[in-house]
């Protein structure tokens, strides 16, 4: 049993009142547990930058980086909040935090609920029974089309001279030229593609088959860079004979990934591909509230709900908090697994029971799946429910 010292930085708009609810989930396994949770509070943010001049307080990035054991981040973005060089305001947070903290995977689940309606076609229709849908994505989360801004914001959190990308010349590209290099190295691939086979190794397979499946989406038809990613993709696989290899480019893995969800087990991609299919892929588990990721490297991680800040709900107690709670679950199994503290691993899988016990009831919803209960009513709920657990198991 340990204490863990964990950062939260809830940054904007709804991001704020998710946050709690994660805090919640934090507050109930230290009160049932003998783990502990010292829990610091950054506020950090596009608002907090026009609010103040700074995305968050001197000293906050050290922070995060030499003294917090895991960090929660709730949403980053403010209506009209840019830095004066064009910027998203708060990128220092979560991007400077990615590329800082050299966290290169970017884990996404991507798991229908029962009880939960999947957002195909608009209308609440079902076509999958919960179980079929039960994937990861993992997508790379340092280098790719988005490494200047990554840089950038890396840069400002360490009070570093800011990075500019190369000038590129050419023939015929004349007068005002925005320039987006997409650097994707063969390291930073075969450690995201590694931990895409071993998170393999740890699930029960594709929901179709069973079958312990990773599939590599690139565009190593157009690209160098994708190229590069599928050979590292075939030099690690050697490592993992028993594991099924799936390839696919990224435009008709969007079909697929609609089609055909119950195929896929692990999924491994760059960073702009990633960004995209993830938004994609949470219309299959209910929408953008239902999302939840870890940004994990070797020595740190952050874990965030992949929705946005949603302005136009802020402060209404409205939105969904199960993608922030099943955060704090990813955060327990990373937690867990790099203390060696099976404690916390276990209580990673009751918060996924927790979450599964309410909305099987499918009363209790919010309302982007088509009911009308707040925020923190969803929360307290599952942290009853999650409370009734630990009481009963330790
Ligand atoms: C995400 C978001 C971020 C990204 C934004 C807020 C910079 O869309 O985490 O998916 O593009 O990575
Ligand atoms: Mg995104």
Redesign the pocket.
């Known amino acids: 049993m340990a204490d863990y010292r964990i950062g939260i930085l809830p940054g904007d708009g709804t991001g704020r009142e998710v946050a709690l609810e994660a805090q919640r989930i934090l507050d109930t396994i230290e009160h049932h547990t003998n783990q502990g949770f010292e829990q610091t509070v950054i506020q950090c943010g596009g608002q907090h930058y026009v609010e103040t001049g700074e995305e968050w307080a001197e000293g906050s990035f050290e922070f995060c980086r030499d003294e917090a054991d895991a960090l929660y981040l709730g949403?980053?973005?403010h209506p009209g909040a840019f830095l004066p060089n064009g910027d998203?305001a708060g990128?220092s947070v979560?991007?400077g935090l990615?590329s800082g903290l050299d966290l290169y995977a970017?884990l996404r689940p991507i798991k229908l609920y029962e009880g939960v309606p999947h957002k195909v076609h608009g209308k609440f229709t079902q076509i999958w029974q919960p179980g079929m849908v039960d994937m990861t994505i993992l997508?790379e989360?340092t280098e790719g089309l988005?490494h200047s801004?990554l840089r950038r914001s890396a840069d400002r959190a360490m009070g570093r001279t800011p990075y500019e990308p190369p000038e590129m010349t050419f023939p015929g590209l004349e007068g005002e030229i925005a320039y987006d290099p997409r650097p994707i190295s063969e390291n930073g691939s075969e450690r995201l593609i590694r931990m895409g086979f071993d998170i393999a190794e740890t699930r029960n397979g594709a929901p179709i088959d069973g079958v312990k499946r990773v599939s590599c989406i690139d565009k190593s038809n157009v690209t160098r860079g994708c190229q590069l990613f599928r050979r590292t993709f075939d030099k690690v696989a050697a490592d993992y004979p028993g594991t099924e290899l799936d390839y696919g480019f990224i435009d008709a893995f969007t079909q697929w990934l609609t089609r055909s969800p119950e195929s896929y087990d692990v999924v491994v991609t760059s960073?702009?591909f990633?960004?995209i299919a993830?938004?994609l892929g949470a219309v299959l588990q209910g929408g953008m509230g239902m999302a939840a990721?870890g940004n994990i490297g070797d020595e740190s991680a952050f874990f965030?709900p992949?929705h946005?800040s949603s302005p136009k709900y802020a402060g209404m107690n409205k939105v969904n908090p199960i993608a922030s709670i099943n955060s704090i679950q990813l955060m327990m199994n990373w937690l867990g697994r790099k203390n060696n503290d099976d404690q916390l691993i276990e209580i990673g899988s009751m918060i996924d029971e927790s979450v599964a016990d309410h909305l099987r009831g499918g009363r209790g919803l919010t309302y982007d799946l088509g009911g009308d209960a707040s925020c923190s009513g969803v929360g307290e709920s599952i942290a009853t429910r999650l409370s009734a657990k630990l009481q009963e198991r330790f």
Request: proline share 0%; aromatic share 4%.
């Open positions: 949403a980053i973005g998203l990128g979560i991007l990615r970017n997508r989360n988005y801004l960073n702009m990633g960004d993830t938004d990721s965030e992949v946005g």
